[in-house]
């Protein structure tokens, strides 16, 4: 007598079987363009682990190699890449660029207050970074196509093939799951077969910098669970300490340049703020984002460091730069978010951008004491050797100068209003003739 678990269980089967030989049959049937020598942007998740089982089967080619870019993820990560690597037969090459990601974009990012509608901006920016050294690489190699394993719903899609395009012009352009129409059950199932199963916290995995980690990008949706479990920094806030932590970050030119009282390089900074920030439950991002083909997803980010940074480097552009500085700076910081959003950082105008936002930079220097809290960021202290908020002239409770000096200023810019209150009158005055 068979029992009702192993009824289930041989449905089950035959149900993955199923699915299973309709995506064989999707592969089966796709054309695609064959490359003899690709280079394959390798990070070693599930699209990337895909890519190159797929290089060999149906792109036929004769030589893959896999390129991993270090912009840091960390150690534990790259050593992941590496083993899923090694049972895949291949040995990746591996660029360090974590310190050109830092000194080169970071620092940008942080002077551009990089922010696309509540998105610190992160991946966007790495995955032009990568897409450059592995077309770089290519060129170098002789190679003769790229390989990538963006969606055709996401966003890095048009990222990647900006920068293989301008750094490879004409390189042709492989991106197996866009030109398969896999889904993310379908990819899972089809490395089950290959015998290489790539398993994930949750659909759709993690993408991680040092400056923002994107969690399960395009897989979340309204009535998604969010366990504890799939934070990395996070500590929730309701189980963060009860007592508030205390830090002081010093800025120079625009940049934090030491952490209570110790100078540091950036990256450092960025690293520790992650950990203590995390800790007192700072850097959750859950938001609707308008992607690149102006369709909404829910994301869901994990950013310490980043919210912590970015919040006390604009309080310090308020405290340093003019009115008129601030007021321009806030419409090209967000133009500079949307060109690197949308996969433009070597956009000549997002050149042209970077060179004011730099000019500005070089009086935004200071100090602040904050507490982290539960969540919370509060500026408790702040001073700047180079600011404009001079409390001895503002104050109302100094005579720094004589108050009656401002009724004629009053009187010139209240003069406009009383031309429009004329205008407006005689308008009425008009309006109520042509009805008698």
């Known amino acids: 007598m068979v029992s009702s678990s192993q009824t289930n269980m041989t449905q089950t089967t035959t149900i993955i079987d199923n699915a299973l030989d309709l995506v064989v049959k999707k592969i089966t049937e796709v054309e695609v363009p064959q490359g003899k020598h690709i280079a394959l942007a390798y990070s070693g998740g599930l699209d990337s682990t895909l890519c190159v089982k797929l290089s060999h089967l149906k792109y036929h080619a004769r030589k893959l190699t896999a390129i991993t870019v270090d912009v840091g993820q960390g150690e ?31 620092s940008k990012a942080i002077q551009a207050n990089s922010d696309y509608n509540g998105y610190p901006v992160s991946t ?64 899972q199932l089809l490395m089950e077969h290959y015998g290489v199963a790539v398993e994930e916290v949750i659909t759709g995995g993690d993408d991680k910098t040092m400056w923002c980690r994107s969690i399960a990008s395009g897989g979340i949706d309204l009535t998604t669970e969010l366990p504890d479990s799939i934070w990395m920094w996070l500590t929730p806030p309701a189980k963060a300490p009860d007592k508030p932590t ?86 090209l910081d967000a133009q500079w978010a949307k060109l690197v959003y949308h996969g433009e950082w070597f956009h000549p105008l997002k050149d042209a951008i970077d060179a004011f936002i730099a000019t500005t930079q070089k009086v935004v220097n200071g100090e602040y004491t904050v507490e982290l809290y539960k969540g919370n960021i509060d500026i408790r202290a702040r001073s700047s050797s180079s600011g404009l908020f001079f409390p001895d002239i503002r104050s109302i409770k100094s005579a720094s100068f004589n108050q009656k000096e401002c009724a004629p200023a009053a009187h010139l810019r209240g003069l406009p209003f009383e031309l429009i209150a004329r205008r407006n009158k005689m308008t009425t005055a008009g309006f109520e003739g042509e009805k008698s």
Not at 91 to 104: M, S, V
Not at 135 to 154: N, P, V, Y
Not at 250 to 272: H, R, T, V
Not at 320 to 331: P, S, V
Request: hydrophobic share 40%; aromatic share 6%.
């Open 76 to 106: 534990d990560e790259i050593q992941q890449s590496t083993e899923r690597a090694a049972k895949l037969g291949i040995t990746p090459l591996l660029i360090d660029a974590k310190q050109e990601f830092t000194e080169q974009w970071l």
């Open 124 to 187: 966007s920016m790495t995955r032009q970074l990568i897409a450059a050294h592995v077309a770089q690489k290519a060129l170098e190699l002789g190679c003769d196509a790229l390989m990538e394993g963006s969606t055709g719903k996401g966003n890095d899609q048009y990222r990647m093939h900006n920068v293989f395009s301008l750094f490879a012009p004409g390189m042709p352009i492989f991106v197996p799951v866009r030109d398969f129409d896999l889904t993310r059950g379908e990819e």
């Open 246 to 331: 205390t830090q002081t970050l010093s800025w120079q030119n625009g940049l934090p340049a030491a952490l209570n009282g110790k100078q540091l390089p950036l990256d450092q900074i960025i690293e520790q703020l992650n950990v203590i920030g995390g800790a007192n439950g700072i850097g959750k991002i859950d938001l609707f984002e308008d992607g690149i083909m102006g369709m909404k997803s829910r994301e869901l980010y994990e950013a310490p460091a980043a919210t912590i940074l970015l919040k006390l480097h604009r309080d310090l552009e308020q405290f340093c730069l003019t009115k008129e500085e601030i007021q321009l700076k806030r419409q």
